[in-house]
């Protein structure tokens, strides 16, 4: 009995032992293992979540708090490293290799974000600094603009009053008498006419119509008399005029005697004829003595006039264009200049601001080639301001504002620098980002590793006890025969159900339930066992524990990543969508002008086509009546060879007429002068209008920092407002010197037709074949006239037909360029759209 009891104590003894080595192996060496790998997952997910955050930082502090932060997480995952029990010396240190890659990453990321934030400093205030210069700039030169401004309106107003008095001089003197002595002559040509077929009437009947032809053309001769000059010509045209009406006044007047003479009814005696004959022949001697003297008489008065005319067309042409000389050479240039400053330094200014935040390096890039040229420009306006004006602060406020975006510390060399910083950060987080997902694979796998090896060293544990069992049960069954009277209440109740029991507590923890208890008591080997499965136990609660806790810190990193993910999708749609949102508006407004130019293309298509048809049937009619004038011209033209000296004399006062007409032409081409120099004001304006309208698209987007430049811009604008309506207050003024030029045009075209009325009046052999003749005359050339006028309305109906077909076609392109823009919009809004919602979802 006692050997089997030593028997059986011996294989006792060597089954506890390998149980005792096996558990020894479990909770010495793999639940520590799994306890070292699970808190170097939750380090290393702590790390990769942090990195991010150093570049959403909103402060200098923050920044390397969060530096700070990852520091500690690494030197505690290095002592974790050194620490672990399963990694070979070669594992650790490429583990200590990965950690120091990490580690000079983030290093590197953080100098590169420090040197950003002091760049995105150093342009906020160049930024602040350029904006104060251009305040002040703007609110040296406004006042010089408002006064230049100023001056221009008045001088504009005074060229206007000057060059209108000049005109209604001109009109009310020299071309009023030039239209008196014209009409005089008309009007006295046909008093004599009238005088001489009542001399050579032999119809009693036809006395006294010509008496009352005689009074009606003394009421119109009267009328232009008064307007006559007080002139030694003028006073010698009256007294020749007195001299013809004498020869109608009383009963030894012209007609008077012609009826009597004509009068068969009315007896005579021989001396009443006698006296009669002589006076008939003294009124003859008379009128023939008043016809040689016409030409001597009239002639002087239409000439001085014609001269006076010319001297003071002269004189207007002088003055006006002295005035406007100075008017463009002086005030308008100066104004000019002010204002292509004003607006050129605008844009640079506009430029700056829009380089401080531009997105990428090709906006950027795009935008220091337009502030090169702006630049060149100011400094072009300088040298033109500079020679014109004393002033010296506003050329160097406008050269210290452009300053601001040259050399290596402008805003867009800074600009690109910072832009530089940003995409090497990117790339160190990005590698960072690599090296924190290798660290955390490495981690994983020696998770994998640690709980393989716990769970072989659970499984050799439990085959122990198996074993320790079997051996225990054939020790007892070789000695149940000898000791089962004496042992089988001692073996039965301290070994073989204690041993039961235990391996049904391993079972149970083996199966996961962490909860269950464990029977210690007891000082034998057994209870040592009971007392290495509680040890187990409490391991694996250790285990589940570490394993929650890297859970929750994965979850913790994956929400903080999200949260990143979802604050650059929102940056990226403040800063992208805003501009699609732009694009899209100034692709509607494009589509909404074009739409309306195709319109009025195509509405002066149409009413060009209605005025072309118009314009050939009228030029059809003016050329017959123009051939039927010309044969009828034709006709009398033998006749009219008898009048040629009388033709003569009114061909002088025709082209005397003509000059007239061309020297007042030249006064409305020097208003026309005038109008173009009121469209180049116009045209300044509203090119200021359009930089300072850039200006504040530009302001709004730069955001707060552009609020300043957008106050500035709109005073700009107002400015140009305010030049626009002076420049339509001279314009109104012009178009009044205009039409009382074109009263002086139209009066000239009066003396023109008088003319013609006084050639059709003339008589010298045949009164009414000189008066066919000149209306003949008159219709052939006015047809002629009027045929080519037409001609011309028609091919220039031709070329708006054209131009307007062109320009239907040319909008029709800017439409369909325009939808195009806007669908491109829509689309890349659409895109823009999803992306966002895809980050949104992913994260």
């Known amino acids: 009995m006692f050997v089997i009891t030593v028997l059986a104590a011996s294989v006792a003894i060597w089954a506890f032992g390998d149980l005792r080595r096996a558990m020894e192996r479990f909770t ?105 210069a251009h305040e002040a700039f703007l609110n040296e030169l406004t006042p010089l603009v408002d006064e230049g401004n100023a001056n221009l309106v008045t001088t504009g107003e005074q060229t206007i009053e000057t060059s209108a008095q000049l005109i209604q001089d001109l009109l009310r003197g020299e071309v009023n008498a030039l239209q008196a002595g014209l009409r005089l002559n008309a009007n006295l040509r046909q008093l004599l006419a009238t005088l001489a077929r009542a001399a050579a009437t032999v119809d009693f009947e036809a006395v006294a119509p010509l008496q009352d032809r005689f009074d009606a053309i003394v009421v119109d001769l009267l009328t232009y008399e008064a307007l006559l000059p007080e002139t ?25 005697i012609r009826a009597t003479e004509l009068d068969f009814n009315k007896s005579l005696t021989f001396q009443e004829t006698l006296d009669l004959k002589e006076k008939r022949t003294a009124l003859d001697t008379k009128l023939a003595e008043l016809e040689a003297q016409f030409s001597s008489k009239v002639e002087p008065v239409v000439n001085a006039a014609t001269r006076n005319l010319a001297l003071g067309s002269r004189k207007l042409n002088a003055t006006i264009s002295d005035t406007i000389g100075g008017l ?76 601001f975006g040259a050399g290596a510390e402008g805003i867009f060399a800074l600009r690109q620098k910072q832009l530089e910083l940003e995409a090497g950060a990117l790339n160190a987080l990005a590698e960072s980002r690599t090296t924190s997902e290798t660290i955390k694979s490495s981690v994983e796998t020696l998770v994998g590793n640690a709980e393989t090896a716990a769970a072989e060293s659970e499984m050799q544990a439990l085959k122990v006890i198996q074993d320790s069992q079997n051996l ?18 001692l073996v039965s109740q301290q070994v073989v159900r204690r041993l039961t029991g235990l391996a049904d507590t391993m079972g149970v923890i083996a199966d996961g339930d962490l909860e269950t208890e464990v029977n210690t008591s007891g000082r034998d080997e057994i209870s040592a066992m009971a007392r290495t499965v509680e040890v187990f136990r409490d391991n694996g609660r250790e285990v589940e524990r570490l394993r929650t806790e ?5 979850a913790r990193a994956t929400e903080e990543r999200r949260k990143a993910m979802v604050n650059l999708a929102d940056t990226f749609e403040q800063s992208v969508k805003a501009i699609v949102d732009q694009v899209g508006r100034s692709a509607e407004e494009m589509e909404k002008s074009s739409e309306t130019m195709v319109n009025a293309s195509e509405q002066v298509r149409m009413e060009s086509s209605g005025v072309l048809s118009v314009a050939e049937v009228t030029s059809s009619n003016v050329s017959t009546v123009a051939a039927a004038a010309e044969q009828l011209a034709a006709s009398v033209q033998e006749i009219s060879a008898n009048i040629s000296e009388t033709s003569r004399v009114a061909q002088q006062a025709a082209d005397k007429a003509q000059m007239t007409d061309r020297i007042v032409a030249s006064l ?34 730069a955001g707060d920092a552009g609020k300043g430049f957008a106050v500035v811009a709109s005073e700009v604008k107002n400015l140009a407002t305010q030049t626009a309506k002076a420049t339509e207050e001279i314009s109104a003024q012009i178009d009044a010197v205009q039409a009382n030029t074109n009263q002086a045009v139209d009066a000239i075209r009066e003396i023109g037709t008088l003319i013609g009325d006084m050639t059709e009046k003339m008589v010298a052999v045949s009164s009414a074949v000189e008066e066919q003749g000149a209306s003949t005359d008159e219709i052939a050339r006015s047809s002629s006239e009027a045929a080519q006028s037409t001609s011309q309305v028609s091919a220039t109906m031709d070329g708006m037909m054209g131009v307007a077909g062109e320009a239907g076609t040319t909008a029709d392109q800017v439409l369909s360029a325009a939808k195009g823009v806007a669908s491109q919009a829509q689309t890349l809004n659409r895109e823009v759209a999803t992306f966002l919602n895809k980050v949104r979802n992913d994260s």
């Not at 009256?238 to 008077?256: H, N, P, Q, R, W």
């Not at 007892?476 to 009277?485: C, D, E, F, R, Y």
């Not at 026309?672 to 504040?696: C, F, R, S």
């Open 328 to 403: 463009v050479n002086g005030d308008m240039a100066r104004l000019q200049v002010m204002l292509q400053l004003a607006a050129e330094a605008n844009l640079a200014a506009g430029l700056l601001n829009s380089a401080a935040s531009a997105p990428d390096a090709a906006a950027l890039t795009a935008l220091a080639a337009r502030f090169d040229t702006a630049r060149d420009d100011v400094e072009k306006d300088i040298a033109a301001f500079t020679a014109q004006a004393e002033n010296q602060s506003i050329p160097e406020l406008a050269t210290q504002m452009v300053n």
């Open 668 to 701: 409305d081409e020097e208003s026309q002068k005038i109008g173009e120099v009121v469209k180049l004001i116009t045209d300044i304006a509203e090119q200021t209008n359009l930089l300072a309208l850039n200006a504040t698209i530009e302001a709004a987007r």
């Open 28 to 132: 010495g060496e793999s639940l520590p293992a799994i306890k070292v790998s699970l808190e170097m997952a939750a380090v290393s997910a702590g790390v990769a979540a942090k990195a991010p955050e150093i570049m959403t930082a909103r402060s200098e502090e923050e920044r390397t708090s969060m530096t700070g932060e990852i520091e500690q997480l690494l030197s505690r995952l290095e002592g974790q490293v050194g620490n672990h029990p399963s990694l070979t010396e070669e594992q650790r240190q490429n583990s200590f290799g990965m950690i120091a890659t990490f580690r000079t990453g983030i290093q590197g990321l953080d100098s590169k974000m420090h040197e950003k934030s002091m760049i995105e400093a150093s342009i906020s205030r160049k930024v602040s600094d350029m904006l104060a």
């Open 472 to 489: 225990l049960f054939a020790a007892v069954a070789i000695s149940a025969a000898a000791g089962i009277l004496i042992g089988w209440l």
């Open 550 to 554: 890297q859970q929750r810190a994965e």
């Open 232 to 256: 030694k010509e003028a006073n010698a045209l009256k007294a020749y005029t007195e001299e013809i009406l004498a020869l109608s006044e009383g009963e030894d007047s012209m007609f008077a």
